[in-house]
Nanobody, 124 residues
Framework: VQLQACGGGLVQAGDSLRLSCVASGLGRSFDVYTLGWFRQAPGMEREFVSS????????YGTDSVKGRFTISRDNAKNTVYLQMNSLKPEDTAAYYC????????????????WGQGTLVTVSS
């Protein structure tokens, strides 16, 4: 199983980035997996960002990113995206994509497959 995340980088406050995560080798069809994005800043615990249901019809995000970040997926491409707008310095973190077979959840233990992370750095 591999979840390959990319799209991170160094940007200024107010800029946008789109993260992508391509899945391969999952044991079941991609569209049965709930997908999520988490982030972890240096010295901090891993934090839930957003999640999306298998068919893409339901999304859920943490309050700090609502109105700025949008999660989406393309099941034909086995890919999940995180569009991040109006970035703030406090969004600086390594961002991880994750997949799980449970329902939408902000709890990291509900996700069984994890990507390697992509670093987002937002300068003020």
């Amino acid at each position: 199983v591999q979840l390959q995340a990319c799209g991170g980088g160094l940007v200024q406050a107010g800029d946008s980035l789109r993260l992508s995560c391509v899945a391969s080798g999952l044991g079941r069809s991609f569209d049965v997996y709930t997908l999520g994005w988490f982030r972890q800043a240096p010295g901090m615990e891993r934090e839930f960002v957003s999640s999306i249901s298998g068919n893409g019809g339901t999304t859920y995000g943490t309050d700090s990113v609502k109105g700025r970040f949008t999660i989406s997926r393309d099941n034909a491409k086995n890919t999940v995206y995180l569009q991040m707008n109006s970035l703030k310095p406090e969004d600086t973190a390594a961002y991880y994509c994750a997949a799980g077979l449970s329902r939408l959840s902000p709890k990291y233990m509900r996700y069984t497959e994890w990507g390697q992370g992509t670093l987002v750095t937002v300068s003020s």
